[in-house]
C-alpha cells in the first residue's frame, strides 16, 4: 500500500516560513490527490491545501496568499511552503493523498508550532 513520510515540522516565530514536505514510496502523483491537512486541540481537521492529478490547486481562504502546495516530480516530493506564519497556524500537519474516495492514505503527521 502507499505509505506517506512526512518531515519538516518545527517551532517558528510569528512572521517566519517553514516548509513541510512529503515523501511517498511509489509514483503516485499522476493518479492520486495529493492534501495537506492540519488538526489543532480541541478542533476539527480542516483540508489546508490539495494538489489534484492535474495540476489543480485549491486553498483554505485562511492560509491563501500565505502558503503554497507543489510537487517535484524528479525528487517524488510533495511540499508545502509556509510564509508569514501566524500563532493560528500552530497544529499537527498531516500529508494525504486520495484515489476516488476509495484509496486514502495519511501521513504520520508533524507539529508546527508557531510563537515567540
Known amino acids: 500500500q502507499v505509505e506517506l513520510a512526512q518531515s519538516g515540522g518545527g517551532l517558528v516565530q510569528p512572521g517566519g516560513s517553514l516548509t513541510l514536505s512529503c515523501v511517498p514510496n511509489g509514483n503516485i502523483f499522476s493518479h492520486y490527490a495529493i492534501s495537506w491537512y492540519r488538526q489543532a486541540p480541541g478542533k476539527q481537521r480542516e483540508l489546508v491545501a490539495r494538489?489534484?492529478?492535474?495540476?489543480?490547486?485549491r486553498y483554505l481562504d485562511s492560509v491563501r496568499g500565505r502558503f503554497t502546495i507543489s510537487r517535484d516530480d524528479a525528487k517524488n516530493t510533495l511540499y508545502l511552503i509556509m510564509n508569514s506564519l501566524q500563532p493560528d497556524d500552530t497544529a499537527v500537519y498531516y500529508c494525504?493523498?486520495?484515489?476516488?474516495?476509495?484509496?486514502?492514505?495519511w501521513g504520520q503527521g508533524t507539529q508546527v508550532t508557531v510563537s515567540s
Open positions: 494525504n493523498a486520495n484515489l476516488d474516495n476509495n484509496w486514502i492514505y
Open positions: 494538489l489534484s492529478a492535474m495540476g489543480q490547486t
